[in-house]
């Protein structure tokens, strides 16, 4: 591991519990939806709700997912793990229990990898473990009181549990934006933030270098990475601050303010055993056979580490270029096909983080929602390769298919009259006219003046309406001035 950086004289340590909800259309135990956006209290049925004589029965598909992840991230799946029963009581948890997994996870160990700071890290999992949702509490819209809407209630969760091993905010933020990459990628949950789908809790405490570890508390519920990050920086002040004073950390659950930019206690901190877990008589343990888990693994996509990997190696792309490509799944797709149409790796990578990406940040949607097929796409950048239009021109042909105004690749050039002028003879007129109509400039670059000639180049632009070739124009030029 790297030498932790101080902060104030105290060394960091940071570990995370992730909460991401399993893309499965139904609960965890349940038949009742999981979709967002319901009017409240319309998907939680009697199994949600443990009304007198219901009995849970575990999807297979969150399983599933399950299985996923733990292969992804090279942990074991265990052969069979136990339900348990967290008991504890608050109003939005309509049993008085969570059903849970304790001693034995479905999940065990594993890694997550990702970049920070320029160099490859490593960060260790303790476990993952399947676990129903609770409801909500809402206090905004009721004055003095608060309402329940228990549709999470019952909603798939797999928590992602890691070692204690981050040692700043920024490096938190890294590891959390890779492992909410993976859950995408591998089409276990859709990483919604705003809607909950992907929610992570950091214990944070602060130390000496070389002293035990220190008292943690934990920051619930961070539901954005730039939230995330402006909480740990400021949990970590708060806790120097104390210790500095003469003051002891106590154990505790924090929420983070954005508005305030400051965490506040919410309770005490529970250990494990004022949960009071026991195994949860009404589901026998979860058996995974080798059968199942190879399932699983023959449906595994590509990995963007190995995918990466691939673009490098087969499509010459620069590490860097290889890694926006593999940012999602969706986009990887998308270059593939956009390169296989064009036939030009590099500049199909170019685009897709240039004017593609441009233009999909201002709209504020992903590669999902890009209004051009990549085929259309891999028709522009091939007439850009093989000097129809140049590339100004291609950018204003873009803007014009993106927007709907045009008809085509080649259509569109010619209605905008962006075809390059490919006539040697009608180019070599036009560049001894320039030569003969800008003496001095001429002599400014046979002085050794290379501005001079750029401004001449400008010149045969000029005369040709912007339609000549750049470079051909260029060439041609200092052969006529040799």
Avoid at 36 to 47: D, E, M
Avoid at 198 to 211: H, I, K, L, Q, Y
Avoid at 362 to 387: H, K, S, W
Wanted: glycine fraction near 8%; charge should be negative.
């Amino acid at each position: 591991m790297p030498t932790s950086p101080l902060i104030r004289g105290f060394e960091v340590v940071i570990g995370f519990e992730t909460h991401a909800q399993l893309s499965t259309a139904s609960k965890i135990f349940s038949g009742a939806s999981t979709a967002f956006g319901a009017a409240p209290n319309t998907q939680a049925c009697a199994v949600d709700l443990a009304l007198p004589g219901t009995l849970p029965v575990l999807n297979r598909g969150a399983v599933e997912r399950a299985i996923r992840f733990g292969l992804a991230v090279g942990a074991k799946i265990a052969p069979q793990s136990v339900f348990a029963r967290k008991n504890y009581f608050y109003p939005d948890l309509p049993k008085g229990y969570q059903i849970s997994q304790y001693e034995i996870p479905v999940v065990q160990g594993g890694r997550v990898d990702f970049i920070f700071d320029g160099a490859p890290r490593s960060l260790r999992l303790t476990r993952a473990h399947l676990e129903e949702d609770a409801g909500k509490s809402l206090h905004e819209d009721y004055s003095g009181q608060t309402g329940i809407d228990l549709n999470r209630a019952g909603t798939p969760l797999l928590e992602i549990v890691s070692e204690p091993e981050l040692r700043s905010s920024a490096e938190a933020v890294e590891y959390a934006r890779a492992l909410h990459q993976l859950v995408v990628w591998l089409g276990i949950c859709d990483g919604n933030m705003q809607e909950g789908s992907f929610r992570c809790d950091a214990n944070v405490s602060v130390r000496r270098p070389g002293a035990p570890l220190g008292t943690r508390r934990e920051i619930k519920n961070l539901n954005s990475f730039r939230f995330l990050q402006q909480a740990i920086d400021f949990e970590i002040q708060w806790q120097i601050d104390r210790i500095e004073d003469g003051l002891a950390i106590e154990q505790a659950t924090v929420l983070f303010n954005p508005d305030s930019g400051e965490t506040r206690s919410m309770r005490s901190k529970e250990d494990a055993q004022d949960y009071r877990y026991f195994p949860d008589p009404d589901l026998p343990p979860l058996v995974i056979a080798p059968e199942w888990i190879e399932r699983v693994r023959a449906a595994m996509p590509e990995l963007p580490a190995a995918m990466a990997a691939r673009f490098q190696r087969d499509d010459g792309l620069p590490a860097h270029d290889a890694a926006m490509m593999t940012q999602s799944l969706a986009l990887a797709r998308y270059y593939e096909a956009l390169r296989d149409g064009c036939g030009q790796p590099k500049l199909a990578a170019n685009w897709l983080m240039g004017e593609v990406s441009k233009r999909l940040n201002a709209e504020g949607r992903g590669i999902a929602g890009a209004p051009l097929a990549p085929a259309t796409l891999a028709a522009l950048i091939a007439r850009v390769a093989d000097g129809t239009v140049s590339n100004n021109g291609a950018r204003q042909v873009f803007d014009a298919l993106w927007n709907g105004a045009g008809a085509g690749v080649d259509a569109t050039i010619e209605s905008l009259g962006l075809r390059q002028m490919n006539d040697a003879g009608a180019l070599e007129a036009i560049v001894d006219a320039v030569i003969a109509a800008n003496a001095k400039s001429v002599e400014e670059f046979r002085a050794g003046k290379e501005k001079a000639f750029n401004a001449l180049v400008g010149q045969v632009m000029k005369a040709s309406q912007g339609k000549a070739n750049p470079a051909q124009a260029g060439a041609l030029l200092r052969l006529r001035l040799q």
